[in-house]
């Protein structure tokens, strides 16, 4: 497998028209995951992947396997829980942003909270070139705290470790949250995360003073919101002496057309791994992130097919000046490789 990805995957809810969860008369049935986000968009890209994780033997259950399965992820190491169900959530269609957005979570006491070191098959789980995890997962139960850590431990022979802090403060029982996800986040090789919620979860201001809260990390990505990306990578010998935090790299996020932002930050993750996997340079790999994404905020879904690698490539090869001019629209990942004016939005 190129990318092995562990997490609870949800069937969500969408409504069919704007408005408070209480007037919504009907909804789509979706599906929602973090990791199991970022292992679909990773086989739409043509890697092999694998997702594991706990379902309930219900007829969710059946859904998740069947489209998540559907994208090309391997499932046959998914469980199946007699004794749990399966989580549900229902959100509105506005913007998580603003005050008039509403989620609603049924997923206490869910499969997937009863994942633990012995309820998942560890040498599935570690049979990737990467293991992608978030730190959605270590919120869910002391059972699933105790796998991630179990994931996350140093031992020879390991895949790569990507984990996406994703802090979800409404998910932690106590105040522990953050100081659990920064220690997973300092034993991970590729670390994902937000410059706002890293201000939120553990007070730090600006990307430099989150790379110097994790000096552990080969790469620490931190995403900037409209404004960008920056990826600090050690040098080549692999350390980071203690006055420094490594390369910087800075690229600015594409001028996007936003249909609906739910996912972005999963394609970004499946984006930078897929060129990571490749072998690409860190300015590309950031380049193909931002790209990932802006499939995904041009189409209403959680989840969008990326961009053919080709066009990915074309694109992601610009100079600084052409990346800056490029404006993307829906149907932009359809455009013809060879007309580069075809991505762009009026």
Known sequence: MDVVALGESMVTFLPTRPGRLADVPSFERGIGGAESNVACVLAAAGHTTRWISRVGTDGFGDHLLETIGGYGVDVSYVRRDPARPTGIYFRT????????????????GSAASAMSPAGVDLDAVRAGRVLHLSGITAALSADCLALMRELTAPRPGRPLISFDVNHRPALWRDAHGPQILLELARRADIVFVGEDEAEDAWGLH????VREALPEPGIVVVKQGRGGAVAFDKDTDGLVPEDATGTATFVRALNVAVVAAVGAGDAFAAGFLSATLRGLPVRDRLRHGHLTAAATLTTPGDLAAPPSRALADRLAALDDTAWGRLRLGPGWTQADEGAEEEVRTP
Not at 206 to 209: I, K, L, P, T, V
């Open 93 to 108: 269609a506005g913007d998580r942003s603003t005050d008039a957005h509403e989620v609603a979570y049924y997923r206490a």
């Open 206 to 209: 600006g990307a430099r003073a």
